[in-house]
């Protein structure tokens, strides 16, 4: 049994597959060659009428160890029916496209959820005195009980004073092993 790229595309739009008009002949072959299990789960008799006899007849042969295979359209009919198709996959996509964006500045604008402060933001505040790494580790485990230590203990030796410095540019003092903010009142 042969069917047309067309009619097998009508088959799995019909069936719920939205991107088939965009299949080669070949993954519609190999769709085709499947049709019973994707037919499984659905009702044919619920599905267009004009395309219920093709399909039950595709079923058939595939169930009966037959060949159903998938040929090219003429080209004038492809061409016919391709136009269209695409002027209204563009016009999708592009209505996709100009949602998801509206979509994302919406988010940006004010949806953001506060949370709490966070790591980082902690070892700045432990920084308005001279503390060792070892003092802020501990302030950090009490603060965040529920993350790893051995994370936080990483995150220290990098944030201080390197990150703080080069990323946050606030500038560090380090005297003995304590660390401290600068002070932006003080001079030297």
Do not use: H
């Not at 049994?1 to 088939?20: D, P």
């Not at 492809?78 to 136009?83: G, L, M, R, T, Y």
């Amino acid at each position: 049994m042969e069917i047309t790229k067309s009619q097998a595309v009508r088959i799995f739009e019909e069936l719920g597959f939205a991107t088939a008009d965009g299949w080669s002949i070949s993954q519609l072959q190999n769709r085709i060659s499947n049709l019973p299990d994707i037919c499984e789960d659905v009702d044919t008799k619920t599905l267009d009428i004009k395309l219920q006899p093709l399909i039950q007849s595709a079923l058939n042969k595939i169930k009966d160890g037959k060949e159903v295979k998938v040929v090219a359209d003429t080209q004038t009919e492809q061409k016919e029916k391709s136009e269209p198709v695409k002027k209204k996959k563009e016009k999708v996509v592009k209505e996709k496209t100009v949602k998801a964006k509206k979509e994302k500045k919406e988010k940006k604008e004010g949806t953001r959820v506060k949370r709490g402060t966070g790591v980082i933001a902690t070892i700045i505040e432990c920084l308005s005195k001279p503390v060792t790494r070892e003092d802020i580790l501990k302030v950090l485990v009490t603060k965040f009980p529920d993350r790893n230590k051995n994370g936080m203990e990483t995150t220290v030796k990098c944030a201080v004073p390197s990150y703080l410095q080069t990323k946050m540019g606030l500038k560090i003092l380090q005297k003995d092993n304590r660390y401290k903010i600068a002070s932006a009142d003080k001079k030297k």
